[in-house]
């Protein structure tokens, strides 16, 4: 690749590169170049096989142990309990794979529509080819609307505007020369070259290709990205901890039933038989099930709101993100230009995109004003019959500008026909037109201020006075505005009798004034920012943009207030310092909320900052830049629309509209997941720890056998897993949003509830112990009767703990839980897949049940009942 293209002249890049600047590449040296340099492609990951998606869902602790319960169950010769266990783990792989599958796919499809296509010149010819096809020395051709297939040196332009926002984060088109540059120049200055994935909105041009692929700036972007690596979600390392536990846990206490048991003289093989059995027990086997279909339900969900999500723990890690970085340009504003600021005499009028149309009435009075809209519409090279939004961003704002206060540009332009025009010209820093008026012409220019001004011997600030009197003050003005971040142009005009000429156009001008312009806040974005606030995230913007844009912006959204003290706005220069202090531990960028002119490295290393110091760091973008970060970040989200595709690649979660408002849908539905993941966590944990204490201490007591291991897992896949489904289902509480994020470093399950598991399944297992001890002690029932009381003790004793998981300040009738429809239906379809099991002869043979009396079920009923209310009692001596 080219090395220090934008130091070199051109001829010695074409020298070097064995290139024409006149006939290009010859085409019969094309395919050695392509086998010499590779293809114009940045090196991807590829799609995700079908395979790696299926393999990754058996990634799971819970899995693990469902697979050894399964084996063991097996070698028992319990191979209808074995095929259960397994159907178990085909459920939940097969639900996880098929919806992130769909995800991926969705992926390739956005894809597919940013591929690009270029003309080059070759062999003399100018030819249409995929960007692909592009390789070292080609001659390229730029027009308006083009995406830069490449990196570039520029050998011709005419009038050329890039827009390099998706690689500097820059809302305004940057002017383009062919000059050398000096050998110290920083990219976001390399006016002579173009860069790839940039877009050209004006003028035309032609460079020489000095870097393709992974070589180019994008590709060099992307590598950063690649080499980033990427967190695990909160959720995962929660339930993979939780997993760890119960795994040890179930080791532990199967492995001391069986010792004690052996030791008092019971059968070794009737002991491990019944380990296994609290094996089964102690495995929330619907976790994996229930967990999956939670978060696949939140993603469908989300699909239908233009959010793609494409992993199902990205979900939840939305629900848990307590700091969210986002890009400006684009993301929190509208990613086009407007007219913020007019000055002109002693007016001074600013956020003018914000006032009503009835503002302006009296502006179009004053002659100065007047002046200067003529001259934004005159001096204007955008057709206003067919606006294009490629074309210039501050052309376009003024034309709208226009038609905005009423004017009407295209019978301003008839009315003033055009004669001579000064193209806009990098070096002068202006352009200037003539019009024909009746009884002579008027000439209309505009430029950046400096270049202007020097043209300007009046000006109309003290009645055309010599503009050497108010230079100094017209200096103060403009500052201001700079200082403010806006993008800054000149006006100025002048009539003649004669017709001027190329070498006279600019004498004489009188000044006319100022205006600045502004890529705008989404009006939408400051009540999202109202909401995060509530929900105790912080909201951070990182840009490669000017820092008084960007303070501009923040304070428009709501990241800043109107006073904000200094440290909440840090420059790009000042961060590697910070970070890579001499002690480490400066915690004061902690305290910023804007990122000034930070380029994708600082990014990146912004991410890395936050995420050491305990947060949960979520990051919103869509350009290049953003690509390292987007990585890095615990929750990567991208734009579907306007979002390059490097950054779609990399992100987490893809919001097809581009509207930054559909995040807090995501961070929503994220709380939400948790919060129901937590509730069915504490029922199934508390429902399996019943079982435990059950078959434990029976076993110990010497009583009869309140449970078979087939009956249990019955138990787990039936009366456990559709109450659990229905938690996974709730809505969620109305004030969730106004919660703070979960601690990331705090487990799935905090103190609170692991009380609430033992007090749930303490209760149960009273009950249930109970009605093994009456009926056997003072029923005198047979042990098969008292089994099977004990076991429909066991299933209406589960249905009704699901009311037991309400928040322990609700009222018990009316509450979260007992208003979710999907509650009642899954607690009416355990009860009749229990009855339907019951009637069927094969599965009451398989399950050793046998219809019981209306007398011996009403004792089931009751001790259930009771365990319901000792829980109630538990918990409301809690509060």
């Not at 390399?190 to 870097?211: C, E, L, P």
């Not at 009315?415 to 025009?421: C, D, R, S, T």
């Not at 352009?431 to 011997?457: R, W």
Request: glycine fraction near 8%; aromatic fraction near 8%.
């Amino acid at each position: 690749m080219q090395q220090n293209a934008f130091f070199t002249p051109v001829d010695e890049i074409i020298a070097q590169l064995d290139s024409d600047l006149e006939q290009g590449l010859a085409k019969e040296g094309i395919p050695e170049r392509l086998k010499k340099y590779g293809p114009n492609q940045i090196p991807e990951e590829g799609s995700k096989k079908r395979w790696a998606i299926f393999l990754e869902q058996l990634l799971d602790p819970i899995i693990y142990i469902l697979f050894a319960a399964a084996i063991l169950a097996f070698i028992f010769s319990d191979k209808l309990e074995s095929a259960a266990i397994f159907f178990v783990i085909l459920i939940s792989v097969a639900i996880g794979y098929f919806m992130e599958l769909k995800a991926v796919r969705s992926l390739e499809a956005l894809v597919k529509m940013g591929q690009t296509s270029t003309h080059v010149i070759r062999s003399g010819q100018r030819t249409h080819i995929k960007a692909v096809e592009i390789v070292l020395g080609d001659i390229i051709v730029l027009s308006p609307g083009d995406v830069v297939p490449a990196d570039a040196r520029l050998i011709h332009v005419d009038n050329l505007l890039v827009k390099e926002s998706v690689l500097t984060g820059e809302s305004f088109s940057v002017a383009k020369v062919t000059e050398p540059l000096p050998m110290n120049t920083p990219i976001t200055d390399q006016i002579n070259m173009v860069f790839r994935g940039t877009v050209v909105s004006s003028g035309f041009g032609k460079a020489i290709v000095t870097a393709t692929g992974k070589h180019s700036q994008l590709g060099n972007i992307q590598q950063m990205g690649v080499d980033a690596d990427k967190e695990r979600t909160p959720l995962e390392k929660k339930l993979n901890r939780l997993s760890n536990w119960l795994i040890g846990l179930t080791l532990g206490i199967a492995g001391l039933i069986i010792v004690i048991g052996y030791f008092r003289g019971n059968d070794l093989v009737f002991m491990i038989e019944t380990g296994v059995a609290l094996a089964v027990a102690a495995i929330p086997e619907g976790l994996p099930i229930v967990a999956t279909i939670a978060l696949a339900r939140g993603m469908i969900s989300l699909s239908k709101k233009q959010v793609i999500i494409k992993k199902m723990e990205a979900v939840q890690t939305l629900g848990a993100t307590d700091i969210i970085f986002t890009d400006k340009t684009g993301t929190l504003t509208e990613d086009r230009m407007v007219v913020s600021a007019v000055i002109f005499n002693e007016t001074y009028l600013d956020n003018l995109y914000q006032k009503e149309k009835s503002y302006y009435t009296s502006l179009k009075n004053k002659p100065v004003f007047d002046k200067m809209m003529m001259a934004g519409i005159l001096c204007n090279n955008v057709d206003p019959t067919a606006i294009n939004e490629q074309a210039d961003s501050i052309e376009v704002a003024l034309i709208q500008f226009a038609i905005h206060l009423g004017y009407d540009p295209k019978i301003v332009k008839q009315n003033n026909p055009e004669i001579l025009e000064l193209p806009f010209d990098s070096a002068l820093k202006l352009m200037a037109t003539a019009h024909k008026k009746q009884g002579g012409y008027t000439v209309y220019a505009k430029g950046a201020y400096e270049s202007l001004v020097d043209h300007c011997d009046f000006d109309v600030y003290g009645q055309g006075m010599s503009i050497s009197e108010h230079k100094l003050l017209w200096n103060r003005k403009v500052d201001t505005l700079a200082s403010q971040g806006l993008r800054t142009l000149a006006f100025a005009y002048k009539e003649e009798v004669e017709l001027p000429t190329r070498a006279n156009i600019l004498n004489g001008l009188t000044f006319l004034g100022v205006i600045g312009f502004l890529d705008p806040a989404r009006q939408d974005v400051k009540a999202v920012m109202d909401i995060y606030k509530k929900a105790g995230i912080k909201v951070i913007m990182v840009t490669g943009d000017h820092p008084g844009t960007s303070k501009k912006i923040a304070q428009d959204v709501g990241i800043l207030e109107v006073d904000a003290i200094a440290d909440k706005i840090r420059h790009g220069k000042d961060l590697t310092r910070i970070m890579e202090g001499a002690d480490g531990n400066d915690l004061s960028l902690l305290k910023a909320s804007v990122f000034a002119r930070v380029g994708p490295e600082q990014k990146l290393n912004l991410i890395s900052y936050y995420q050491r110091h305990g947060h949960i760091v979520g990051m919103i973008g869509d350009g290049i830049n953003d690509v390292p970060a987007l990585k890095k970040a615990d929750i990567g989200v991208a734009m579907g629309i306007r979002g390059a595709e490097a950054a779609r690649e990399v992100a987490d979660v893809i919001l097809k509209n581009d509207k930054f408002t559909a995040m807090e849908l995501g961070i929503r539905q994220g709380r939400v997941i948790f919060q129901n993941i937590r509730q069915f966590v504490v029922y199934l944990l508390s429902c399996n720890l019943a079982e435990i204490l059950t078959v434990g201490f029976a076993a110990l007591l010497n009583l009869p056998a309140p449970l078979l291991p087939l009956q249990i897992l019955f138990l787990n896949l039936v009366t456990d897993i559709f109450p659990a489904l229905a938690l996974g289902f709730g809505k969620g509480e109305k004030d969730i949003m106004e919660q703070p994020p979960q601690n990331p470093k705090g487990p799935i399950l905090d103190q609170n509830d692991w009380i609430s598991v033992v007090m749930y399944g303490l209760s149960i297992s009273i009950a249930v112990l109970g009605i093994v001890a009456y009926a056997d002690r003072i029923l005198k029932f047979s042990a098969e009767t008292i089994n099977n009381m004990a076991f429909y003790t066991l299933v209406f004793a589960q249905l009704l703990n699901v009311f037991n998981i309400a928040r322990h300040r609700g009222a018990f009738f009316v509450n979260e839980i007992t208003t979710n429809v999907w509650v009642w239906g899954a607690i009416l379809l355990s009860l009749l897949l229990t009855l339907g099991a019951n009637l069927s002869t094969h599965l009451a043979a398989a399950f050793s049940l046998r219809m019981l009396s209306m007398e011996q079920l009403g004792y089931s009923v009751l001790f259930a009942l009771g365990a319901m209310v000792l829980a109630q009692l538990f918990k409301r001596a809690r509060i």
